[in-house]
């Protein structure tokens, strides 16, 4: 969603960085400058070129330039559950236009969450997961990136450090041992997530924290090797600790990627070269685009148009990529609340030539929620069989040991009237 994220006191966390690398970090790859030497009962074991990783085992000081093991890249259950871990029948995939989780191919409903992976109270996650798995809501999307180009003070979450000299993706208990707990808790409750790995937006670093530091513009961050170079590396990173994961639904390559006044084969090139890079790290979990769905034939009216660098129906096409997604917010796009309605079925019907699910990824209004996107739920249902895989708002809203979590007018909290109307109606509707 494009929205200004306010920083808050969900993503402080004190505590130092260890002199050696912890369990589960990285300690070694291309262009990696961090730690080398991982803590004691765990070695530094090749993933890939990108990536090596602390596992435990016999202590070794340095990565060998050689691979040497092939052992599991993500330590699971390490969350704390109410109840008895979930089955997993394997990976989650895409059959036709439909999604099958566990097993079961039906249409799914989840909800967004870019906050959760910058908590820092494990109780906070395993609550918000908690309350997300008791309402039936299956698929959650998290905010997969935190790009900074000046390290933060003490005590403030974040992934990656981009620098001209030399950036580092921070694998400490500030950094992605964060979003370890969150896939760890994730997994132990059958939820299942979303991952993507940057912004187009400037909340949380995004395109322009790689600007700032690579050069060129927002329009050439999607041609520029070096940016490249830097956003791959941290896809690696971020793959490499989950892929054996049964928590992945999917990985997306950035939030509402656009290319205002590009040619659509800017973002049609790179999204082919990302996602078969995606694929030849991780073949097993899907992978999607993440786009708003803009760009196709329709009523005229600015999303329809690919005046963002953005063609729908030609990235669906991409066959390293598994689903389409489509963004709703028509106050923020000069539409109306009821035209939106024909968006949902003009990509389900563009999905279902395709043969591949549309996902309604993001959505929402800020007043009259219950009136107005139930209707919306409704029309995406109702094409379950005509394209359209499963829905999720933006966004889930939770009270935490630090107050409710943020609101942007869009927030959907656990427990109130709009809850009941979207969340729980809507789950005994899908059945």
């Keep these: ?13 004190a505590g130092a960085v260890s002199a050696q690398q912890t369990l589960w970090g990285q300690c070694g790859g291309i262009n990696y400058t961090g730690q080398t030497s991982c803590v004691s009962g765990s070695n530094c074991s090749y993933l890939n070129d990108w990536y090596y990783q602390c596992i435990p085992g016999a202590t070794t000081s340095t990565p060998s330039t050689q691979p040497t093991s092939s052992a599991s890249t993500f330590k699971t259950s390490t969350a704390t559950s109410t109840s008895s871990r979930p089955t997993s029948t394997g990976f989650s995939k895409a059959i036709g236009t439909k999604f099958n989780i566990d097993g079961t191919t039906k249409y799914y409903a989840g909800t967004n969450s870019y906050w959760i992976g910058f908590l820092t109270n494990n109780a906070d996650i395993d609550k918000a997961l908690d309350d997300i798995r008791a309402s039936g809501l299956k698929i959650l999307r998290v905010w997969g990136f935190n790009d900074v180009t000046s390290i933060p003070g003490s005590g403030t979450v974040y992934y990656q450090y981009l620098s001209s000299s030399g950036s580092t993706i921070n694998t400490g208990a500030n950094g992605l041992q964060r979003l370890d707990y969150v896939v760890s808790s994730a997994e132990s409750r059958g939820i299942k997530l979303i991952i993507n790995f940057v912004n187009n937006w400037a909340d949380y670093g995004g395109i322009d924290a790689y600007v700032r530091v690579f050069g060129g513009t927002h329009q050439t961050w999607y041609t520029n090797s070096a940016a490249q170079a830097q956003y791959q590396k941290y ?33 049609y090139k790179w999204a082919t070269t990302t996602s078969a890079y995606i694929k030849s790290l991780d073949p097993n979990h899907m992978v999607t685009l993440g786009d708003e769905g803009m760009g196709l034939a329709g009523d005229g009216s600015y999303p329809y148009q690919y005046s963002e660098g953005v063609d729908f129906v030609k990235n669906l096409g991409i066959s390293t990529l598994d689903f389409g997604t489509l963004h709703l917010y028509p106050s923020q796009w000069g539409t109306s609340n009821d035209w939106a309605n024909s968006w949902i079925a003009t990509h389900a019907a563009a999905c279902l030539k395709a043969n591949k699910p549309c996902y309604f990824e993001e959505y929402g209004v800020t007043s009259n929620h219950c009136s107005v996107e139930s209707v919306w739920q409704k029309t995406a249902l109702g094409l379950a069989n005509s394209g359209m895989g499963g829905d999720s708002f933006w966004q889930f809203g939770d009270n935490l040991s630090n107050g409710n979590t943020p609101n942007d007018g869009y927030t959907i909290y656990t427990g109130t009237s709009d809850w009941t109307c979207l969340v729980t109606n809507h789950i005994n509707a899908i059945g």
């Design 235 to 267: 896809i690696a990173a971020v793959v490499g600790r989950y892929k054996s994961s049964s928590a992945i639904f999917a990985w997306e390559l950035a939030n509402e990627s656009r290319c205002n006044g590009c040619d659509t084969s800017v973002i």
């Design 1 to 13: 969603m494009k929205s200004t994220y306010a920083a808050s006191g969900i993503v402080a966390l």
